[in-house]
């Protein structure tokens, strides 16, 4: 039974940080793609940042040079690292496991490439 659990949402000021984490649990970790989405009330589930299994990394322009993916596979764990964060950064985040390990990018940003989804943790940031 594969399981993703996050953890590390909170509230916090405008441009501050958080580090969201995804421990994934029944499934070959080291060999899936990872992701982050996010989503608001009322809005569709948006693309934050992707890992493949080589460790290399895109993000959507919204977050470039702000969020930071990255991979530890002996934790089977998955981080999120949102720096200067705004209150449009406020939403659900959820991280994703897709076992295609890499996609084109077409794909990888697609929330229906992904097999397995975490519950979500909420991140709120006060202006």
């Known amino acids: 039974q594969v399981q993703l659990v996050e953890s590390g949402g909170g509230l916090v000021q405008a441009g501050g940080s958080l580090r969201l984490s995804c421990t994934g649990s029944?499934?070959?970790?080291?060999?899936?793609?990872m992701a982050w989405f996010r989503q608001s009330p009322g809005k569709g589930r948006e693309f934050v940042a992707a890992?493949?299994?080589?460790?290399?990394?895109y993000y959507p322009d919204s977050v470039k040079g702000r969020f930071t993916i990255s991979r530890d596979n002996a934790k089977n764990t998955v981080y999120l690292q949102m720096n200067s964060l705004k209150p449009e950064d406020t939403a659900t985040y959820f991280c994703?496991?897709?076992?295609?390990?890499?996609?084109?990018?077409?794909?990888?940003?697609?929330?229906?490439?992904?097999?397995?989804w975490g519950q979500g943790t909420q991140v709120t940031v006060s202006s």
């Open positions: 029944g499934l070959p970790f080291s060999s899936y793609a």
């Open positions: 890992i493949n299994w080589r460790s290399s990394t």
């Open positions: 994703a496991a897709d076992v295609a390990g890499a996609r084109p990018m077409g794909a990888t940003v697609m929330p229906s490439s992904y097999n397995y």
